[in-house]
């Protein structure tokens, strides 16, 4: 089992996300229980290119400061909204036989739904949390819409085990 925590950047990580303080909570939580664990984490990053606000070099591209990779944590660049596609990800997690993914992050309706898919494609067993993925509203959805949309209609029971967060910290007490 890895912990698996997507673009969570300096950038895109503020208040105007729905259910931010619950989001930031539940990330936080979530990486704490994973170190007392011995789970692995792994953090990813999403850099748009040059003249982007989320670009290498620039502070928004940058680990929100609440989420900071410890020094012995992968961090994994990409350019698409996947975290498996060029970014030897893959590769990474084939070689250490990982089957089980928690994803959590940011956006739902863009890298976390593209990893999810991809993950469940490539035969991992895909796990979201309640409340530790968000996004903002949108000019045909509502944060709120797009969440549950994805959360509760499309991943749960077809790509993913959508689970309670409570849930998901028993998981990582095994």
């Given at each position: 089992m890895v912990l698996l925590v997507v673009d969570t950047q300096k950038g895109i990580t503020n208040n105007k996300l729905f259910k931010f303080e619950l989001f930031e909570s539940h990330v936080k939580e979530l990486?704490?229980?994973?170190?007392?664990?011995?789970?692995?984490?792994?953090?990813?990053?999403?850099d748009d290119g040059v003249g982007c606000e989320l670009t290498k070099g620039n502070e928004e591209f940058e680990?929100?400061?609440?989420?900071?990779?410890?020094?012995?944590?992968?961090?994994?660049?990409?350019?698409?909204?996947?975290?498996?596609?060029n970014t030897g990800l893959l590769e990474y997690l084939k070689q250490k036989n990982e089957n089980t993914i928690i994803i959590i992050g940011l956006q739902t309706d863009y890298c976390i739904d593209a990893t999810v898919k991809s993950g469940f494609e490539h035969g991992f067993k895909m796990i979201v949390p309640a409340y530790t993925n968000s996004t903002f509203d949108n000019m045909y959805m509502t944060a709120e819409q797009t969440y549950k949309y994805y959360n509760e209609f499309i991943w749960n029971k077809r790509y993913a085990e959508c689970i309670p967060f409570d849930k998901t910290l028993e998981l990582m007490n095994k």
């Open positions: 990486i704490e229980k994973a170190r007392q664990n011995n789970i692995e984490i792994i953090f990813i990053r999403h680990i929100y400061d609440l989420f900071k990779p410890a020094e012995n944590e992968l961090v994994f660049d990409k350019s698409v909204n996947s975290a498996f596609k």
